[in-house]
């Protein structure tokens, strides 16, 4: 079995939140499912100091930021091609704020979100195979933003 799993970045407040990709990531390798993971190769919408959970005038790469977490084994999103969802049994998005601000704009535009293409394309080639599409804390917004107009 291979899942594909979308993350955001790195901390709960602007990134993925690191305890619903990692215990994700751990109970696919624990029932010996190979997890691919992917991230956008573009910049955060923002950053945030989790310590004082103030933003900060800084900026870091979405991608660079995930790799954290994947331990340097993640690909850009971008090389994840809609041809390629069939060789996947299933599609994961671990949540984070990072998932309504990096992967989409659910967190600033809530009747009218839209996610970034590279992803959109996925989930509706996902949902077209009747694939199972799972989704953690506000990534079913995500998810519903992508497949609204279906």
């Given at each position: 079995?291979?899942?594909?799993?979308v993350?955001?970045g790195?901390g709960?407040l602007d990134?993925a939140?690191?305890?619903?990709?990692?215990?994700t990531l751990l109970?696919l390798?624990?029932?010996?499912?190979?997890?691919k993971?992917f991230?956008p190769?573009?910049?955060?919408?923002?950053?945030?100091?989790?310590?004082t959970?103030k933003e900060?005038a800084?900026?870091?790469?979405?991608?660079?930021?995930?790799?954290?977490?994947?331990r340097?084994?993640?690909?850009?999103?971008?090389?994840?091609?809609?041809?390629?969802?069939k060789?996947?049994?299933?599609?994961?998005?671990?949540g984070?704020f990072?998932?309504?601000?990096?992967l989409?704009?659910?967190?600033?535009?809530?009747?009218?979100?839209?996610v970034i293409?590279?992803l959109?394309?996925?989930?509706i080639e996902?949902?077209?195979?009747?694939?199972?599409i799972g989704?953690?804390?506000?990534s079913?917004?995500?998810?519903a933003?992508?497949?609204k107009?279906?």
């Amino acid at each position: 079995m291979r899942i594909a799993v979308v993350i955001s970045g790195c901390g709960s407040l602007d990134g993925a939140e690191i305890f619903e990709t990692v215990f994700t990531l751990l109970e696919l390798d624990r029932n010996n499912v190979e997890a691919k993971i992917f991230a956008p190769n573009q910049k955060q919408h923002y950053v945030i100091n989790h310590l004082t959970k103030k933003e900060v005038a800084e900026e870091r790469n979405i991608l660079v930021e995930s790799a954290r977490i994947a331990r340097g084994e993640i690909q850009p999103l971008n090389e994840l091609q809609v041809k390629q969802v069939k060789d996947f049994d299933a599609l994961i998005l671990p949540g984070g704020f990072g998932a309504a601000a990096n992967l989409s704009d659910v967190a600033f535009n809530n009747e009218n979100a839209t996610v970034i293409e590279d992803l959109k394309k996925i989930i509706i080639e996902f949902h077209k195979l009747s694939k199972p599409i799972g989704g953690i804390c506000i990534s079913p917004a995500v998810l519903a933003a992508a497949l609204k107009d279906r």
